[in-house]
């Protein structure tokens, strides 16, 4: 069964630091996504990506972020300059073709430790 | 604007009792409605998912749901717990585009023995 993969399962980095997380969604899939779930707390939406374009994002997602899909087949959230309440667990999610298609499909997660 | 409200944080029953996980959702439209499951450390599993056609979804592990418009609920059911069914479960609903999935604050399952 096709699956959406994520890298790295964890990473530790230092306040400050650029961090670059990466998913491979389900090879057919357009529609690509990230969460973020702070440690018990709600999953949070942070951007959607369509076409090569951000389609949505969250008040969360704000410069410090970037999304991009450099060659077709990974999907990549970069942190430029982490921050300790970046600590989370983030998620990629992809989604088929039609617009409502529905269900997400989300990889395993990537947890991230800023200290 | 949408939104989803799980109505209990934790729930906890005995192995082989019924499980009933509260969702009600407010939207100006009809939405998609989703179940997730997630367990320690694993990833968001789609349990089952509401897309304007039978409003009762059954899902995997015996679980299912029944959409109400009238009362905008979508509550999970599960006749019989298993112990494996100890997880996260989150409600999720559809934005109007179709492009956007508003997460409720999930809904711990603790499964006595």
């Known amino acids: 069964e096709p699956e959406v993969t994520q890298t790295p399962s964890h990473q530790v980095t230092q306040m400050g630091q650029e961090v670059i997380l990466r998913c491979v969604p389900i090879s057919n899939h357009l529609y690509f996504y990230w969460y973020r779930q702070i440690l018990g707390q709600k999953v949070e939406f942070l951007v959607s990506?369509?076409?090569?374009?951000?389609?949505?994002k969250s008040e969360i997602f704000d410069d410090q972020f970037s999304v991009e899909r450099p060659d077709g087949s990974n999907f990549t959230l970069k942190i430029r300059s982490t921050k300790l309440e970046d600590s989370a667990m983030y998620f990629c999610?992809?989604?088929?073709?039609?617009?409502?298609?529905?269900?997400?499909?989300f990889g395993e997660g990537s947890r991230l430790t800023v200290l | 604007a949408q939104s989803v409200t799980q109505l209990d944080s934790h729930v906890s029953v005995s192995e082989g009792t019924p499980v009933l996980l509260r969702c009600n959702y407010s939207s100006s439209y009809s939405p998609s409605l989703f179940w997730y499951v997630q367990h320690p450390n694993k990833g968001l599993q789609l349990l089952l998912k509401y897309t304007s056609a039978a409003t009762l979804v059954k899902g995997i592990n015996g679980f299912e749901a029944e959409f109400k418009k009238s009362e905008t609920s979508f509550h999970l059911t599960k006749p019989s717990a298993h112990m494996s069914d100890a997880a996260e479960y989150f409600c999720v609903v559809s934005g109007s585009t179709g492009n956007q999935f508003y997460f409720g604050t999930g809904t711990s399952l603790t499964v006595i023995p």
């Open positions: 999610a992809s989604r088929g073709q039609g617009l409502n298609t529905g269900e997400l499909f």
């Open positions: 990506f369509y076409n090569n374009e951000i389609s949505e």
